[in-house]
């Protein structure tokens, strides 16, 4: 047996390995305790906003993009796993709109109980994703930890004017979702060996592709707003983007693409702790209509890793954009509108 047949790396989170982030609340009240420091004039994005990523403007025509994401492990093969950390860490500076230039590993992993090769799988994995990006590795910093744990530190670089931030849909903009959700919960169904191998196989390959392509198309085209879907969910994100923007949005349920087995598997009781937590975070700032039953709340409310982008373009661009995003093989949908009625506010019909 090879050490991947032996082992389960999912099994080695406690956590369950959904790539969840801390719920918004929670963090907000963390982060209001901290002493008030003087608004600095070059930060054009940071903490103040909910967006993907710092910017910090250098000069006239030059920004830097500056994020970093790293989390346990959702998926068995380290190789992948490396993969999809690298890809979910990339996508916040192209959430941003700009364009990834260096990255930093960060490594938690067991090293004297762990074969050595998984993490040079790992590191394998993230590098190719890296040089699929067009970015250098620069270094990174690794410690001795109980359970593995990857991502990458990344900059990038977007010029001042062409910043892509949450916050500023206008109404009568369409939503293009670029990857389809419902990745929480099929990743929680690993854990309970309830994929078979193709399944797993188009799984990761989704997880690890980069929103490079859906990035450089958009920036053609009127947007308005733009983040990407992770770990606070579609709606989580949409909500966000709503209460920065001061409109409101209404989603189109059938509209929005999602995983193939997902309902399926919900409907099991297999969704992910963080969809419950993501749900109950939203309760007030959603409106379902009758016919989204539970289990779509879930699965609207699952918690994404390395999800795609969720775009706020021109009404009159959008049809345009949805087909050369088709054509370029990016899975985009235009799942909704954003409205002037109840600002902050999501509708789902």
């Known amino acids: 047996m090879t050490y991947q047949e032996k082992i389960k790396l999912t099994s080695l989170s406690s956590k369950g390995g959904c790539g969840c982030k801390i719920n918004p609340l929670d963090l907000s009240e963390v982060l209001s305790q901290l002493p008030q420091t003087k608004k600095n004039p070059n930060l054009l994005v940071g903490l103040d906003t909910s967006d993907d990523a710092g910017v910090y403007q250098l000069n006239e025509e030059l920004a830097l993009v500056q994020t970093l994401d790293f989390f346990t492990p959702i998926v068995d093969d380290p190789y992948m796993f490396g993969q999809i950390a690298a890809a979910n860490a990339l996508s916040d500076v192209y959430a941003m709109g700009g364009k990834p230039l260096t990255v930093m590993n960060i490594v938690g992993f067991p090293i004297d109980t762990l074969d050595k090769q ?4 790992i590191l394998t994995g993230a590098s190719h994703k890296v040089t ?3 970015a250098t590795l620069v270094g990174g910093h690794s410690i001795d930890d109980k359970e593995p744990k990857f991502g990458l530190s990344v900059t990038g670089i977007v ?12 109404p009568g ?20 060996d309830m994929l078979d191998a193709t399944e797993l196989d188009r799984l990761m390959q989704l997880m690890a592709a980069l929103n490079k392509t859906a990035a450089e198309t958009i920036q053609s085209y009127t947007v308005h707003a733009c ?15 709503a209460k920065g923007s001061n409109v409101g949005i209404t989603i189109e349920k059938e509209r929005v693409p999602v995983l193939e087995r997902v ?7 297999i969704v992910p702790g963080g969809a419950k937590k993501n ?7 959603v409106v379902y209509d009758a016919a989204v039953d539970e289990v779509d709340q879930l699965i609207l409310s699952d918690p994404v890793t390395s999800g795609g982008l969720l775009i706020a373009v021109a009404a009159d661009e959008a049809e345009e954009l949805e087909k050369e995003l088709l054509s370029k093989d990016v899975q985009a949908s235009v799942i909704g509108t954003v409205t002037e009625q109840d600002t902050g506010k999501i509708h789902v019909k």
């Open 118 to 121: 998984i993490l040079t799988d």
């Open 132 to 134: 699929e990006a067009g």
């Open 159 to 170: 010029h001042p004017e062409k910043v892509k931030t949450n916050n500023g849909a206008q």
């Open 173 to 192: 903009d369409k939503l293009i979702l670029t990857k389809p959700i419902g990745v929480g919960i099929l990743t929680t169904s690993i854990k309970r």
């Open 227 to 241: 983040t990407d879907v992770t770990g606070f969910s579609l709606l989580g994100h949409a909500s966000e983007m």
């Open 263 to 269: 309902r399926e598997l919900a409907e099991q009781g």
């Open 279 to 285: 749900h109950q975070w939203l309760q007030d700032k």
